[in-house]
Every structure is written in structure tokens, then in C-alpha cells.
């Protein structure tokens, strides 16, 4: 098993691309500490993953509560003396054009998407710093790289994703340290977060794309598993598009 023993969190894990990765998680071994904010959503995990080798460990966790997450990672830390893999996956979308978009909705994305991620991986970090290793994986977006009509708050959040993991994976490698950050850039993957974009945008952004589909949940999933595992050793730094050939 590929994750054999290894203690990873991962936010927003009870939905969509978090929910496949902590079931594929756990189908290779691994302590899955999933945090999200609902805790039915965390229940339906638990219960969905019973029979895997590896185990899901629910935490009812707002990214955006600095407080919470210094404790809770704390917590975790103690409870199994080590903390491997981090996995930022937790994101919003609250849309709008540049003229109409809400200093409300600018701030809701802000927070979970950018701060949120400064949090986690703030509260984490020391206790990767004190084994000297561990893999932190931070989930941008194509929008983050190209744009996208609509999103001004979106996109500023993942474009600052591509750089805080390029500044992390340099200043957490210092001394020697074998901790690892790369991002994850999705295209258009079929969650909630996507099921209610409109059909001729949907038609539109797959005209573009060489693999003319929309992208599963698992399919992303995988190249986490990847960036988590050790197969990865020699990887950071690095954004890795998961997006069908949408933006090469
Ligand atoms: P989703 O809506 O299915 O899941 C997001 C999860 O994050 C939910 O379980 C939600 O409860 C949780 N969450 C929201 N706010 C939170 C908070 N404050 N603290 C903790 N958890 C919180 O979305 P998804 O499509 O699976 O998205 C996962 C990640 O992938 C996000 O960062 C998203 O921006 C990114 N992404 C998605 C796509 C796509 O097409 N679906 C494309 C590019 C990037």
C-alpha cells in the first residue's frame, strides 16, 4: 500500500475531489484526518470508508478559524506523534463579474481559499519541521494560472495558492529538510461545486479541452496520492494541471 502508516489531513474532505482522495487515501493504508465543516458529510465518510485498510478520523474544522485549526492540528499531532501529509483541498466559488461582485464575496472566498490554506498550513508546518519531512499539497485551479470571466475572487485566491507553495517549498526545505510542496491545478472535474455551471459553459470550456469530457473526482484524487506518497520524493515546488489538456 502506498500510504502505509502515513498521517495525512485533508480539508473539505467529505465532498468531491476531499472525498475521493480520503477514500483512495485509505484504500492505501493510510490515517486519513478528515476535516470539514459538516459533520453529516463526515458521518457518510466514515461510514463509506469502514472497510478500508487504512482509517478515517472526522474532524469538524473551519479553515478559516485560526483558533480551531492551531488546536485541532495540535490534537492530531499528539494523538498519532507525527503529521505526513497535508492536503489544502478545501475551496468555495461565490461568482460574480469584476463590477457586481459583493466585498461580501470577495472576503468569503478569500478566506477559506487563501487564508484558510495560510492557516493549515501555518498550524502544520512546525510539526513537519520537527521530524524534518512531509508532503503539503495545495489545490489551485486553471483559473489560478489563465483567469476566468466571473471570477476576480476565485482566481486571485488560486493564483496566491501557486505562489505560497512555491515560497513554502523553498523556505520549508531549508537545513536539509525533506518537506515537499506542490499544487494541483484541476480543470472542469464533475463535484458539487460544478453541478449547477451552466450547460453552454460547460459545452464551451469542452470545446477547448483535447479530452472533450469533464474530469472525475478521482482522477484528481490520484495525482494527490502521488504527491503524498514517497514516489514523489524528489518532487516540489511543482504545479501539476489535472485538466484534460485544457491549458497546455
Ligand atoms: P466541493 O464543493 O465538492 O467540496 C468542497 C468541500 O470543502 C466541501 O466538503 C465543503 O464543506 C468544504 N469546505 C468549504 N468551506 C470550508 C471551510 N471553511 N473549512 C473546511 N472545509 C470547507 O468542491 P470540489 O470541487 O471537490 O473542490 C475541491 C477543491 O478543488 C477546491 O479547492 C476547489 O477550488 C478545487 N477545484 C475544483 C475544481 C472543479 O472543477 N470541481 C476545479 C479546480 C479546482
Known sequence: MRLQGKVCIITGAASGIGRAASLLFAKEGAVVCACDVSQQALDKLVEEAKDLPGSIDPYVLDVTNREQVFKTVDEIA???????VLVNNAGITRDALLVKMSEQDWNAVINVNLTGVFNMTQAVAPHMMKTQKGSIINTSSVVGIYGNIGQTNYAATKGGVIAMTKTWAKELARKGAQIRVNAVAPGFIRTPMT??????????VLSRTPLARMGEPEEVAYVYLFLASDESSYITGQVIGVDGGLTF
Open 78 to 84: 499528539n494523538k498519532y506523534g507525527k503529521i505526513d
Open 195 to 204: 453541478e449547477k455551471v451552466p450547460e453552454k459553459v460547460i459545452e464551451a
